[in-house]
């Protein structure tokens, strides 16, 4: 079996948040705050594992305000 990229997983989440609407994604953007803030914690007390986490969820709150900004400049 081929191993899976890195860059195919990113696809398929984006997919999977277009495909959700508005209430749905301001609810998922709220989620990932508050696990950003939590991973931020955990840094902070130097008991994060994967220091990576951080920029992954701050790279996915990103994604998910910019898709819920383009779907509300198109409402």
């Known amino acids: 079996m081929a191993a899976k ?7 398929r989440d984006v997919a999977e ?3 959700m609407d508005a209430a749905q994604l301001r ?3 709220a ?3 508050e ?3 939590r991973a931020r914690f955990r840094h902070a007390a ?3 594992e ?3 986490e951080l920029k992954a969820r701050r790279r996915q709150v990103a994604r998910i305000a ?3 900004n383009e779907k509300e400049q198109r409402a």
């Open 5 to 11: 990229k890195k860059g195919e997983k990113i696809v």
């Open 17 to 19: 948040l277009r495909g």
């Open 27 to 29: 609810e998922k953007l």
């Open 31 to 33: 989620e990932e705050r």
């Open 35 to 37: 696990e950003l803030m």
């Open 46 to 48: 130097a008991a994060l």
């Open 50 to 52: 994967k220091t990576s």
């Open 66 to 68: 910019t898709i819920l």
